[in-house]
């Protein structure tokens, strides 16, 4: 059974930096497309970044030149580098995966970023 588990959300000031992790099990990692969603309270999940599997990756306007996405096949893991993090980017981040059969989501890692 694939599972996917976010990790490294937290409180960070204006400003500051944080970096997701979503770690996958039960699964050789071998997913079409990998995203990275958020979703702020009362609003609807929105798509961060996209990593594909032959390495093209894809930012939505609000994370473009801050957010970083990348992969570490060895280690089964999609990581978020957010840099000068802004109070609008407070939200729940959650990892997708596809597969080309069905997709994939974590449970979210929370990210509150304090003005």
Do not use: H
Not at 7 to 27: E, I, M, R
């Amino acid at each position: 059974q694939v599972q996917l588990v976010e990790s490294g959300g937290g409180s960070v000031q204006a400003g500051g930096s944080l970096t997701l992790s979503c770690t996958v099990s039960g699964n050789t990692f071998n997913f079409n497309v990998m995203r990275w969603y958020r979703q702020a309270p009362g609003k609807q999940r929105d798509l961060v970044a996209t990593i594909s599997r032959g390495g093209g990756i894809k930012y939505e306007g609000p994370a473009e030149g801050r957010f970083t996405i990348s992969r570490d096949d060895a280690k089964n893991t999609l990581y978020l580098q957010m840099n000068s993090l802004k109070p609008e980017d407070t939200a729940v981040y959650y990892c997708y995966a596809y597969d080309a059969v069905q997709t994939y989501w974590g449970q979210g890692t929370q990210v509150t970023v304090s003005s």
